[in-house]
């Protein structure tokens, strides 16, 4: 994954009154956070760090508090980092809050658990794990905010040291105290403030309905960010701002930072500006629509590798791999006779192989054009995801060219050139039938069709050609059905799957029925490596990947050999 930013709520929380700090983690190490955001690709994901993958700041005051994430606006930035302490269990983080109406604010909302949380904002790299969780591996811290829920869940407030307005002359020089008069709040003040609020709220309300047609020759604007208040009544907005709050804050208090939103937010939304047809390029500008871009196929099913995959792999060295010789192995449980000693039997094993891992690997060219023009990160997913298709296919491939390389035995008798569904059908029923009469012909749990016998036992019927052997809607007198949509055959409880991979038809003659232990395949995940060999005309995006496989015990395999030509 490249470089991003991003912000995690997190960990434990304090507030010391006397000194106007906050204290607690400020992310924790090892938990993974609730769904995020990401910054640059936009999709959702969760997050965790672990100890020694984020880099904090030599001086902690570099570290800014804001008050929620809004880093535009200077009011929301109320305080330093004082302490920053990597420990076991996460960061440490102690903040000194500004002496600010805001400051006031946030110390008296945190003592009273409204904020209950630090939010970490790290810059860096992640990659993507096994269980769909980006984990860090070289981040660095950026910023905090204090907020109200954490995106981790063990982040609550441990504290608050907050002394408010009224602690604030104490702290400061005598000849640096404030004088002046109070405000004062009559009962006439506040009928007009709400007379106010009103007024406002149905000015907001007519503009929801507002309805303005899109296309060649009208006017078009467009909203860039959610605004800073909500008025659902279910939810806060995510600024964390209160619009009656702040009005009465501003109206009451004097509160400038209060004034400012007000006047910011009823500048924006109650005043749109609109624009001629003849400026419609300015908001339109003619761009890339990678969300538009016709991607190849879908993957297509993987019956075989899935089948046999054994897990992935944690190394790429070669390995060794054995096996009980069965026909030199004689090792057995017999009737014992009285002062007779046990003749000594045999163990052998077969001459094994090493399996070596091989690789596989893809590179593409994305030019800066596509990038600067709306196409990047859209365009780098649309890559990924062919990587992975085509990676899948792969794997696929692989696995039916293992199988088809290893010396297997027919399943009962040969199936004759050309031969009918239904004696196709026969003749695989009798050889399923045979494998019950073997020691271990329980083993064998799954079968998979090549397109020729396959499309064969899906269309066949009986004699008179008005029954199908193996019908979508099963009645009860046949030995098997055919699953919705031809997804496989049931035969006699036996499920042939349609396996692409074995050959086209006419190429290759081999279906199989096989038990899963039989073949053994493993990979090391397809592995993302970004913006290679950067350059101002474009970048490089590749992938690279190992594969392994061995045919452990072909004596779990059984071919089913057949030939549609007439």
Do not use: C
């Amino acid at each position: 994954m490249p470089d991003q930013t991003l912000t995690f709520t997190a960990a434990s929380f304090a507030v010391d009154k006397e000194t106007r700090t906050l204290t607690g983690v400020l992310l924790p190490f090892n938990e993974v956070s609730r769904p995020a955001r990401d910054a640059v690709t936009g999709k959702v994901a969760r997050f965790s760090f672990a100890e020694g993958t984020i880099t904090l700041p030599a001086d902690p005051n570099d570290v800014v508090l804001n008050y929620g994430h809004d880093g535009k606006s200077l009011y929301t930035q109320v305080g330093v980092a004082t302490e920053l302490t990597p420990q076991p269990a996460g960061v440490l983080a102690k903040f000194k809050v500004a002496r600010t109406p805001e400051g006031d604010r946030v110390l008296a909302l945190a003592e009273d658990r409204v904020l209950k949380a630090f939010s970490a904002e790290v810059e860096g790299e992640f990659s993507a794990g096994r269980d769909g969780v980006q984990h860090a591996k070289a981040t660095t811290l950026t910023g905090a905010a204090v907020v109200p829920i954490p995106a981790f869940t063990g982040a609550q407030i441990t504290s608050v040291a907050a002394s408010a307005a009224s602690n604030k002359e104490e702290d400061m020089p005598e000849g640096e105290k404030e004088t002046g008069a109070v405000a004062t709040f009559s009962k006439e003040d506040g009928t007009a403030l709400m007379a106010q609020v009103q007024s406002l709220t149905e000015k907001i309300a007519e503009l929801e309905n507002v309805k303005i047609p899109v296309g060649p020759g009208t006017a078009q604007f467009q909203v860039v960010e959610e605004p800073i208040y909500r008025f659902e009544g279910t939810e806060g907005a995510p600024s964390g701002f209160d619009f009656a709050t702040d009005l009465l804050a501003a109206g009451k208090d004097g509160d400038m930072a209060a004034l400012a939103r007000l006047q910011k937010f009823t500048a924006e939304r109650l005043s749109p500006e609109f624009v001629t047809t003849a400026g419609t390029t300015a908001v339109n500008q003619p761009t890339y629509r990678p969300d538009m871009f016709l991607g190849q196929a879908p993957v297509p099913a993987s019956p075989l590798y899935d089948y046999f995959h054994k897990g992935s792999l944690n190394s790429v060295q070669p390995f060794f791999w054995s096996k009980l010789d069965r026909a030199a192995t004689n090792a057995m449980v017999r009737d014992h006779a009285e002062g007779v000693e046990p003749t000594p039997d045999d163990v052998t094993t077969a001459t094994g192989t090493t399996v070596t891992p091989t690789p596989v690997s893809g590179k593409v060219h994305i030019t800066r054009e596509v990038a600067d023009q709306g196409g990047n990160p859209v365009v780098s997913g649309l890559v990924w995801s062919e990587f992975e298709r085509s990676f899948k296919i792969a794997l696929e491939t692989r696995t039916a060219d293992l199988i088809n390389a290893a010396v297997v035995t027919e399943l009962g008798a040969a199936i004759a050139v050309g031969a009918t569904g239904l004696a196709a059908g026969a003749a695989v029923e009798a050889g399923l039938l045979g494998l019950q009469f073997l020691a271990d012909g329980f083993r064998f749990s799954r079968a998979f069709g090549h397109v020729d016998l396959y499309t064969k036992l899906g269309l066949a019927t009986n004699a008179a050609g008005d029954e199908k052997i193996y019908p979508i809607i099963n009645p009860q007198n046949r030995d098997g059905q055919t699953a919705s949509k031809f997804a496989f055959i049931d035969i006699a409880g036996y499920n042939m799957y349609p396996a692409a991979s074995l050959g086209a038809t006419g190429v290759n003659d081999k279906s199989y029925v096989a038990d899963p232990n039989a073949v053994h395949v493993w990979n090391s995940g397809l592995q993302r490596l970004d913006k290679l060999l950067e350059d101002v005309e474009g970048w490089d995006m590749g992938v690279f990947a190992y594969f392994a496989g061995v045919v452990y015990d072909v004596t779990g395999l059984r071919k089913i050999t057949y030939n549609a030509a007439a």
